[in-house]
């Protein structure tokens, strides 16, 4: 897509703006957005720069410095190399850098675990461990109202579901 401007070079930007309820969606070029005089800011960044500014937020730069660089026994990556390009070097280095990449993960994601969708081939022990865990809380509630029926069709509900996993 060309520049909607100038329409001379490709549209890397994307400026969408709403004022009383009406949206305006330009597509310009890095030149004539620095041009607009709407636009207060224009400061191109890549992934791997909010990455590692994530990672400058986090207060153990201080304590990875004084105690020696973590390195991936895997492929030979250090911590200061994964900050400066923002990648992993392989899956192994999750592992090894797990105390410095924890808090990230966390402020990035808002947790550790995966919550969203799981692959319905790749995912049945994981979709059997979510089962179980909605179960257990219906039956701490079935039991919280006395419901004793239903907590013990939850109660032989959850044990079958156990059986199954163990089965995986």
């Known amino acids: 897509m060309l520049c909607q401007q100038?329409?001379?070079r490709p549209a890397t930007v994307h400026f969408t703006k709403i004022v009383n309820n009406h949206k305006t969606e330009l597509?310009?070029?890095e030149e004539c957005a620095?041009?607009?005089g709407d636009f207060k800011v224009f400061v191109p960044f890549s992934i791997n720069d909010l990455l590692t500014g994530?990672?400058?937020?986090?207060?153990?730069t201080v304590h990875i410095e004084s105690k020696g660089l973590p390195r991936c026994k895997a492929c030979g990556m250090d911590f200061m190399q994964f900050r400066k390009i923002g990648r992993l070097g392989c899956q192994d280095c999750y592992r090894y850098f797990a105390e410095e990449l924890t808090?990230?993960?966390k402020r990035v994601q808002g947790g550790t675990k995966h919550t969203g969708k799981v692959?319905?081939?790749?995912g049945i022990g994981l979709r059997l461990e979510r089962q179980i865990q909605q179960l257990k809380a219906q039956l701490q509630?079935?039991?919280e109202t006395e419901a004793f029926e239903e907590a013990a069709r939850l109660r032989d509900q959850i044990r079958e579901l156990e059986r199954q996993l163990g089965q995986l």
């Not at 994530?54 to 153990?60: G, P, V, W």
């Not at 692959?119 to 790749?122: G, L």
């Open 6 to 8: 100038c329409q001379k």
């Open 27 to 29: 597509y310009l070029c």
């Open 34 to 36: 620095r041009q607009k």
């Open 54 to 60: 994530f990672l400058d937020m986090d207060k153990t």
């Open 103 to 105: 808090p990230v993960i």
């Open 119 to 122: 692959p319905r081939r790749a």
């Open 141 to 143: 509630k079935a039991i």
